[in-house]
């Protein structure tokens, strides 16, 4: 399948389900001093998710132009590059969760035809701060997903955000594609870089509002 007919299958599906679309913002991020590029297609929204109501509705869909450094060290390898676009379908305040998993998991197990027994997922697993998220796990067993292929992780693999040092941010959902090689060893999950598992969709949940103070609100 070729880059531009991914395209049109992601947007041409999320528009049958009430989403607009809207264009690309450029990679120089426009009245945003707290990143020096784009990194995600969340950036030119960050009035919206936290509470602007957008001129195109409460569904959106878009391919988001981003560039990101952290990985460049990586960058060759089967899964890292510096400039990619982000498919994105965003909800202002109109579905949540099992909304959104259950569209992710129709888009790759039907549109792209992926056997659902090639899918493993993570969730968030909770911390001091914020509570495991056992809710998006009861999702993704409800849609099919045995529990086995359910992991959970903290921070550093389940939580998005914010992009600078206060804003949007919240507990993720991430999806993987089990490549079929061997485990590399007991222990081996999504989480693990020996190539099992390519990550290829991520839904977060912009739950919480992190301020300067370090503090988080929902």
């Avoid at 569209?103 to 056997?115: A, H, Q, V, W």
Wanted: one cysteine or more; proline letters at 6%.
């Amino acid at each position: 399948m070729k880059a531009s007919e991914l395209r049109s299958k992601y947007i041409n599906f999320f528009k049958s389900r009430n989403h607009n679309q809207i264009g690309t913002s450029s990679l120089i991020p426009e009245n945003d001093p707290s990143v020096l590029f784009t990194t995600a297609g969340m950036h030119p929204l960050v009035p919206y998710l936290l509470g602007e109501k957008h001129p195109e509705g409460k569904r959106l869909t878009d391919v988001q132009k981003c560039l990101r450094t952290g990985d460049i060290d990586e960058v060759g390898d089967d899964s890292h590059l510096t400039f990619f676009e982000m498919l994105g379908n965003w909800s202002l305040g109109d579905y949540f969760k099992e909304e959104s998993a259950t569209m992710s998991y129709e888009f790759l197990t039907k549109e792209l035809g992926i056997p659902k027994e090639k899918i493993s997922v993570t969730c968030f697993e909770g911390d001091d701060k914020v509570p495991r998220d056992e809710e998006t796990a009861r999702i993704w067993e409800k849609l099919g997903i045995d529990r086995d292929r359910i992991y959970f992780y903290g921070r550093g693999e389940n939580w998005w955000g914010p992009a600078g040092q206060t804003g949007p941010c919240g507990p993720d959902t991430e999806i993987f594609y089990d490549t079929g090689k061997e485990k590399c060893g007991p222990e081996c999950g999504p989480a693990c870089s020996c190539g099992k598992y390519l990550e290829i969709w991520n839904n977060v949940f912009m739950a919480y509002n992190k301020d300067k103070q370090g503090d988080y609100s929902e």
